[in-house]
């Protein structure tokens, strides 16, 4: 029986005494993109009622949510992990400032919520991105990790971006973004490697090609992110992940009439995501 095959109700019959190999597996194919997400949602879902003290099982549910754009379920799901695990875990704040960057995303306008009924608003995408940013410096202030690290620069610029589109002075934001990304830089050699090769080999580089980014770097930049796309365990979350970032990062540094050089002039095509204008039109609007 290929993989395909494996519906939620026989996955969820597996027999287990740990979540982890469950989790495992459901967390590859929730990474696969949007012809995965009816079946991850459901095994997920299952998931948590079957292994209800898990905190990792609860937390990639919600990034199942984030990923097909249900705000609102993901909300609920990270007040159920709130209530039952507190809210001092990195990963959990980071799930927040996830949900809370995403809304700041559709109020942007940004390419991937096109399709959203709201009107571009940016003083309700400032308000969400000030919350992402809390979100992501509470995150990193338990262990330092890159991971909350490298949103909290981006956000910082993103939003002097956008303050100086209102007319605002968004400078000082962008010097912290910079002084911020230069720190984290700095650091490197103490990033967590929670996930082993997937840290090393995906996020470390990936994280250092935004900061560079940020610093405005597009060669150093264009050197990490090849890294990663070069890499066997890149998947459809992480491209994207990327995509999405330098999105954000070039628009906010095109406010400082700062213009994205090559690769970054054309993010879709060098991080090979044009199939991401149709898999908008199946991501569920909240």
């Known amino acids: 029986m290929s993989e395909n095959a494996l519906s939620v109700e026989v996955f969820l019959k597996v027999p287990s005494p740990s979540y982890h190999p469950l989790l495992a597996y459901a967390k590859d194919r929730n990474r696969r993109g949007p012809d995965q997400y009816e079946w991850s949602r459901g095994a997920l879902q299952g998931l948590v009622n079957r292994f209800p003290y898990s905190k990792e099982v609860l937390q990639e549910y919600v990034l199942a949510l984030l990923e097909q754009g249900d705000a609102v379920d993901a909300e609920a799901a990270l007040k159920q992990l709130q209530l039952k695990f507190g809210d001092r875990n990195e990963e959990s704040l980071c799930r927040w400032g996830r949900l809370f960057k995403d809304e700041g995303d559709k109020f942007a306008g940004l390419p991937w919520y096109l399709k959203d009924k709201r009107n571009r608003d940016l003083?309700?995408?400032?308000?969400?991105?000030?919350?992402?940013?809390?979100?992501?410096?509470?995150?990193?202030?338990?262990?330092?990790?890159?991971?909350?690290?490298?949103?909290?620069?981006?956000?910082?610029?993103?939003?002097?971006?956008?303050?100086?589109?209102?007319?605002?002075?968004?400078?000082?934001?962008?010097?912290?973004?910079?002084?911020?990304?230069?720190?984290?830089?700095?650091?490197?050699?103490?990033?967590?490697?929670?996930?082993?090769?997937?840290?090393?080999?995906?996020?470390?580089?990936?994280?250092?090609g935004e900061a560079y980014l940020v610093l405005e770097k597009s060669e150093d930049a264009a050197r990490e992110y090849g890294t990663v796309l070069k890499s066997p365990k890149l998947n459809w979350h992480a491209r994207q992940s990327m995509y999405r970032q330098v999105v954000r990062v070039c628009g906010a540094l095109k406010s400082f009439r700062v213009d994205a050089e090559a690769p970054f002039d054309e993010p879709a095509k060098f991080f090979q995501v044009d199939q991401l204008k149709d898999d908008a039109a199946k991501t569920k609007s909240p």
């Open 123 to 208: 003083n309700k995408s400032i308000t969400f991105y000030e919350r992402a940013l809390k979100s992501y410096e509470a995150a990193y202030r338990i262990r330092e990790g890159h991971y909350p690290g490298i949103n909290v620069a981006a956000l910082l610029l993103i939003l002097g971006g956008m303050l100086t589109e209102t007319g605002a002075d968004g400078k000082g934001r962008r010097d912290e973004s910079r002084r911020f990304a230069t720190d984290l830089l700095g650091t490197r050699e103490k990033w967590p490697l929670d996930y082993g090769d997937e840290d090393r080999d995906l996020w470390h580089p990936a994280t250092a």
